[in-house]
């Protein structure tokens, strides 16, 4: 199976930038992704890593360390509605359970003015 | 563009009671999942399927059953609710087993 961590909750200050740690421990791996959840919504796409290094995407960018089973998501320029909940994922990779998506608990930011 | 569409949004059921959610995509995407999300528990995978006609246990799936007779449309079944299954249910989908799941806007389940 798989263990994925991250911290519960995080605040910070608009305009600042914050990084959100994700630790894993799987026996297979196929890709690692971020997703963002508002309260009461449902989980969007963020971001997706597959290899090692840094994928940027406008303010948030991702990194992944498949040999130290590490990820971090970072957010720049924080805004108001960046206030949410981010989801770790990691894709299994063996066959039978190929394609499965296994989260984290998710980390609560909290952006304030 | 619907995307994944989830119906009923919100329901009340009596325990013992039995419904069916319904989950349907229209980006002709093979694979199609159903997680539960409860406080502190993240999303948990329940069943899953690779393509029409089949369908695969997930980490949680007792107390639930699933179809997949046609490619756009993956059923959620409760046999016999539980309060256990109070949860905010999503169903998801991606185009294959390497792609983006992209998620529907979840079903409110109280099983009272």
């Known amino acids: 199976g798989q263990n994925i961590d991250q911290p519960t909750e995080m605040t910070a200050t608009e305009g600042a930038i914050v990084q959100i740690n994700c630790t894993y421990q799987t026996s297979g791996f196929n890709g690692l992704f971020w997703y963002q959840q508002h309260a009461g919504e449902a989980p969007t796409f963020l971001s997706y890593?597959?290899?090692?290094g840094l994928e940027e995407k406008g303010r948030f960018s991702s990194f992944l360390s498949r040999s130290k089973g590490y990820s971090y998501l970072l957010l720049k320029e924080l805004q108001m509605k960046d206030s949410a909940s981010y989801l770790c994922?990691?894709?299994?990779?063996?066959?039978?359970?190929?394609?499965?998506?296994?989260f984290g608990r998710g980390t609560q930011l909290t952006v304030w003015p | 563009n619907a995307g994944v569409t989830q119906t009923p949004k919100f329901r009340v059921l009596k325990t013992g009671q039995s419904m069916t959610l319904l989950c349907a995509q229209d980006?002709?995407?093979?694979?199609m999942y159903w997680y539960r999300q409860d406080p502190g528990m993240g999303l948990r995978l329940i069943h899953y399927?690779?393509?029409?006609?089949?369908?695969a246990k997930g980490e949680v799936p007792d107390g639930y059953n699933v179809s997949r007779l046609k490619k756009q449309n993956f059923l959620l079944g409760l046999e016999s609710a539980a309060p256990s299954q109070t949860s905010v249910y999503f169903c998801?989908?991606?185009?294959?087993?390497?792609?983006?799941?992209?998620f529907g806007e979840g079903s409110w389940l109280t099983v009272v």
């Open positions: 980006m002709n995407h093979e694979y």
């Open positions: 998801a989908s991606s185009y294959s087993g390497s792609d983006t799941i992209y």
């Open positions: 890593n597959v290899l090692d």
């Open positions: 399927s690779v393509g029409e006609g089949t369908t």
């Open positions: 994922a990691v894709r299994d990779q063996r066959g039978s359970t190929l394609g499965r998506l296994y």
